[in-house]
């Protein structure tokens, strides 16, 4: 990356004046310079607090994220600078919402044809040469995989970054019957170095500072503890991984779109880092989510158009990599995966949610999302994409989540795929409620919420009461440990009119 206006400031050198060398030799991936944001980094802010099948308490964690201002501040801003340059490459493309569109009923076409076209997908991989596997579950796909690595003797696997690996809990898996995994995507090695999930499904440690990072690699890969210098930092990574990449047994890749009509997959990545996971060891397996299919290779251009604009405002992503059989002496795997799929696709109100491209789009844009971190949430998928997901692998687990929002409409407004994300949100609001997975005090203060609001003559004595009070009342009966809401905000100044009665008193006569 040469233009230093597509870095964040974070990023960013306050200057070029010190060239980034390592023994006297300059660094081949070197750019520019970056200082360390003070001499004491802030410590970084962990994520929520997993107790079995217990709620995750996203607003606890969400607390502890905002109180660390430097990470809070950088996230926001980041994020933000992402949404923009999205919003850039969208107007330089007229037809950019007949692309939505299209995008959208090729899913959905897709979806309510997946058994077909599943078929024929499976039918032209085989043809091609590779071995098909259906996994039912995480756990299946975990056992399949291991199945492959043992019968070549495989004890190491580089791999690129792909959700439906974490959604499985493949990495623990593997380290629990001795394979080791190597994450070759940098965010996703950084988090793995780290012993920490993903927080974006397209740039997993967004939530770092270069600090933390500089922290995390020179207590695992050697580097100088006080150089937090991006561009060192992500050289020494380089360097550290590739002898790895090179020595490994086998290799290992997501899907972004696997082609119905080809049997091929294709897996879009900025580093280059799936052509290695797949081309250098002799084994290549690829873990395809169910509803990644598309019917023709022509419909991939409507998405990969639409792919990296809506993820990282680029117009496209530096590699995207078609892989469609075997080459010459080597073997290659796809495991097909459902873990819950299926049962989605039969969901009236959330079915759509299959439609996601993992793009990242609806994260960036949620100023919940860009405010509380994606490891408050606590679950495999964050923000708005994951408060419709996660319920579904987990109703109790996940049952704070859909309320985590503020019910914008932001994130489906830049979906690339049209999901109806905030209505879905707003769905598995009523649907938790109907599974009695809301806590007695949400369901009490909605009820009683309810009845005031269907009694205009009760609401509006009610407003003018607590209009009245919130003049006079001491401060602490409104802030105070009780009252979540007071913790983070400031109590507007009641008007001395309400709208109600100055309609009255000024428009009564002429409604
Ligand atoms: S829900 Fe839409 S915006 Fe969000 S990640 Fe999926 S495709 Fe992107």
Same mark, same amino acid.
């Given at each position: 990356?040469?233009?230093?206006?597509?870095?964040?400031?974070?990023?960013?050198?306050?200057?070029?004046?010190?060239?980034?060398?390592?023994?006297?030799?300059?660094?081949?991936?070197?750019?520019?310079?970056?200082?360390?944001?003070?001499?004491?980094?802030?410590?970084?802010?962990?994520?929520?607090?997993?107790?079995?099948?217990?709620?995750?308490?996203?607003?606890?964690?969400?607390?502890?994220?905002?109180?660390?201002?430097?990470?809070?501040?950088?996230?926001?801003?980041?994020?933000?600078?992402?949404?923009?340059?999205?919003?850039?490459?969208?107007?330089?493309?007229?037809?950019?919402?007949?692309?939505?569109?299209?995008?959208?009923?090729?899913?959905?076409?897709?979806?309510?044809?997946?058994?077909?076209?599943?078929?024929?997908?499976?039918?032209?991989?085989?043809?091609?040469?590779?071995?098909?596997?259906?996994?039912?579950?995480?756990?299946?796909?975990?056992?399949?995989?291991?199945?492959?690595?043992?019968?070549?003797?495989?004890? /190491?696997?580089?791999?690129?970054?792909?959700?439906? /690996?974490?959604?499985?809990?493949?990495?623990?898996?593997?380290?629990?019957?001795? !394979?080791?995994?190597?994450?070759?995507?940098?965010?996703?090695?950084?988090?793995?170095?780290?012993?920490?999930?993903?927080?974006?499904?397209?740039?997993?440690?967004?939530?770092?500072?270069?600090?933390?990072?500089?922290?995390?690699?020179?207590?695992?890969?050697?580097?100088?503890?006080?150089?937090?210098?991006?561009?060192?930092?992500?050289?020494?990574?380089?360097?550290?991984?590739?002898?790895?990449?090179?020595?490994?047994?086998?290799?290992?890749?997501?899907?972004?779109?696997?082609?119905?009509?080809?049997?091929?997959?294709?897996?879009? /990545?900025?580093?280059?880092?799936?052509?290695?996971?797949?081309?250098?060891?002799?084994?290549?397996?690829?873990? !395809?989510?169910?509803?990644?299919?598309?019917?023709?290779?022509?419909?991939?251009?409507?998405?990969?158009?639409?792919?990296?604009?809506?993820?990282?405002?680029?117009?496209?992503?530096?590699?995207?990599?078609?892989?469609?059989?075997?080459?010459?002496?080597?073997?290659?795997?796809?495991?097909?995966?459902?873990?819950?799929?299926?049962?989605?696709?039969?969901?009236?109100?959330?079915? /759509?949610?299959?439609?996601?491209?993992?793009?990242?789009?609806?994260?960036?844009?949620?100023?919940?999302?860009?405010?509380?971190?994606?490891?408050?949430?606590?679950?495999?998928?964050?923000?708005?994409?994951?408060?419709?997901?996660?319920?579904?692998?987990?109703?109790?687990?996940?049952?704070?989540?859909?309320?985590?929002?503020?019910?914008?409409?932001?994130?489906?407004?830049?979906?690339?795929?049209?999901?109806?994300?905030?209505?879905?949100?707003?769905?598995?609001?009523?649907?938790?409620?109907?599974?009695?997975?809301?806590?007695?005090?949400?369901?009490?203060?909605?009820?009683?919420?309810?009845?005031?609001?269907?009694?205009?003559?009760?609401?509006?004595?009610?407003?003018?009461?607590?209009?009245?009070?919130?003049?006079?009342?001491?401060?602490?009966?409104?802030?105070?440990?009780?009252?979540?809401?007071?913790?983070?905000?400031?109590?507007?100044?009641?008007?001395?009119?309400?709208?109600?009665?100055?309609?009255?008193?000024?428009?009564?006569?002429?409604?």
């Amino acid at each position: 990356m040469s233009d230093p206006d597509m870095l964040h400031p974070e990023l960013r050198a306050p200057d070029d004046s010190d060239s980034i060398t390592r023994q006297g030799r300059r660094l081949d991936h070197a750019e520019a310079t970056s200082k360390p944001l003070r001499s004491r980094p802030e410590p970084q802010p962990r994520g929520a607090k997993i107790h079995g099948n217990r709620p995750i308490d996203q607003a606890e964690a969400a607390a502890r994220f905002l109180a660390a201002p430097e990470h809070e501040k950088m996230h926001d801003e980041r994020l933000w600078d992402l949404r923009q340059k999205r919003d850039r490459e969208m107007h330089g493309i007229p037809e950019w919402e007949e692309l939505r569109s299209l995008a959208s009923a090729i899913k959905e076409h897709t979806l309510t044809h997946l058994d077909e076209y599943l078929d024929q997908f499976e039918a032209n991989a085989r043809r091609n040469g590779v071995h098909v596997h259906w996994a039912r579950d995480a756990a299946e796909h975990n056992r399949i995989v291991h199945g492959i690595l043992k019968d070549h003797g495989a004890k /190491t696997l580089v791999k690129s970054k792909s959700m439906l /690996t974490e959604e499985c809990g493949f990495r623990p898996y593997m380290a629990s019957v001795g !394979i080791e995994v190597i994450e070759t995507d940098l965010g996703e090695r950084i988090q793995q170095l780290d012993n920490e999930d993903p927080s974006h499904i397209v740039v997993p440690a967004v939530h770092k500072l270069r600090t933390d990072v500089a922290e995390v690699f020179s207590k695992t890969i050697g580097t100088d503890p006080d150089n937090s210098d991006v561009h060192y930092l992500a050289e020494a990574q380089r360097e550290s991984n590739r002898p790895l990449i090179l020595a490994a047994d086998a290799g290992m890749t997501g899907c972004n779109f696997a082609v119905a009509e080809t049997g091929g997959v294709v897996v879009c /990545t900025n580093e280059g880092n799936a052509d290695l996971s797949a081309n250098v060891p002799k084994l290549h397996i690829a873990s !395809i989510g169910i509803e990644k299919i598309i019917p023709r290779l022509e419909h991939l251009a409507v998405f990969v158009r639409l792919l990296s604009r809506s993820a990282l405002g680029s117009p496209i992503t530096q590699y995207t990599s078609h892989f469609r059989g075997p080459r010459q002496g080597s073997e290659m795997h796809f495991v097909l995966v459902d873990n819950g799929r299926s049962e989605r696709l039969g969901l009236d109100e959330f079915w /759509t949610s299959l439609k996601c491209i993992r793009c990242g789009a609806c994260m960036n844009t949620c100023p919940v999302y860009r405010r509380s971190g994606g490891l408050s949430y606590g679950a495999t998928y964050s923000g708005p994409i994951g408060l419709i997901i996660d319920p579904t692998f987990n109703a109790r687990k996940y049952s704070n989540l859909p309320f985590a929002s503020t019910l914008n409409g932001s994130c489906s407004n830049v979906c690339p795929v049209k999901i109806n994300i905030h209505e879905q949100i707003y769905a598995w609001r009523r649907e938790l409620v109907k599974q009695h997975e809301v806590p007695f005090v949400k369901k009490a203060a909605m009820k009683a919420a309810g009845e005031l609001l269907s009694r205009p003559a009760a609401y509006r004595a009610a407003i003018a009461a607590t209009n009245l009070a919130l003049g006079h009342l001491p401060r602490f009966v409104l802030y105070n440990g009780l009252n979540a809401w007071g913790k983070g905000r400031e109590n507007p100044r009641p008007p001395r009119q309400s709208f109600h009665s100055w309609h009255l008193a000024n428009r009564g006569d002429k409604a």
